[in-house]
């Protein structure tokens, strides 16, 4: 069974700086992984995905993330936050099941601070 | 396009009343699934559907039934709710599409209390 770590529950950070969040993942097959965001009382919208090829991956809103297979990371990072970028972080694995499941980690909460 | 859609948005209920949420999409997608968020805890998987007709049991099925008899929509039913059902849930869907990245797409989520 496959599973993903975030290591940080919180993370408040002050408006302009930089910020990264942590996905650790485990997986014995080839995975799709993925960021997903959650803004307040809202539903999940994606952030950014890693398919194959590049392991440096583009999102939207700034926001990058870094597959590292050796490490079996997923790291997320902006260089310079703002405080529309408060909201709730989800790492996730797509399982190797043919629904084509995913498999979330626990979030981080991202607090951006004036 | 209106996306995935979830009725109702929130709902109190009372310990051993049932009730029915429903998803429903306009995306044609073929694969639709349900899960719940509780805090420190992310999403789990509750129920999921490959197809009109078909479902089939997630991570914590236990005390949810379904049903998807139309390919746009997917009901999750509470039988006799308990306070542990106390959690905001969400519809998602994604295309079968072989070449596609499989984006699942989610709705704004029902919150549901069970007192």
């Known amino acids: 069974a496959q599973s993903v770590t975030q290591l940080d529950s919180q993370v408040p950070v002050f408006e302009e700086a930089p910020v990264e969040l942590r996905c650790n993942y485990s997986?014995?097959?080839?995975?799709?992984l993925f960021w997903y965001v959650q803004y307040p009382n809202q539903g999940l919208q994606l952030l950014l995905k890693?398919?194959?090829?590049?392991?440096l991956v583009k999102g939207i809103n700034g926001f990058e993330a870094e597959f590292n297979k050796s490490q079996t990371s997923f790291h997320l990072r902006k260089p310079s936050v703002h405080i529309s970028d408060t909201a709730e972080y989800f790492c996730?694995?797509?399982?190797?099941?043919?629904?084509?499941?995913?498999?979330f980690g626990s979030g981080t909460q991202l607090t951006v601070l004036p | 396009n209106a996306g995935v859609t979830q009725t109702p948005k929130f709902r109190v209920l009372k310990t051993g009343q049932s009730m029915t949420l429903l998803c429903a999409q306009d995306m044609n997608h073929e694969y639709m699934y349900w899960y719940r968020q509780d805090p420190g805890m992310g999403l789990r998987l509750i129920h999921y559907s490959v197809g009109e007709g078909t479902t089939a049991k997630g991570e914590v099925p236990d005390g949810y039934n379904v049903s998807r008899l139309k390919k746009q929509n997917f009901l999750l039913g509470l039988e006799s709710a308990a306070p542990s059902q106390t959690s905001v849930y969400f519809c998602?869907?994604?295309?079968?599409?072989?070449?596609?990245?499989?984006?699942?797409?989610f709705g704004p989520g029902t919150r549901l209390t069970v007192l």
């Open positions: 890693y398919l194959s090829g590049s392991t």
């Open positions: 996730a694995v797509r399982s190797s099941g043919s629904a084509r499941q995913l498999t």
């Open positions: 997986s014995s097959v080839s995975v799709y």
């Open positions: 998602a869907s994604t295309t079968a599409t072989a070449n596609s990245y499989n984006e699942q797409f």
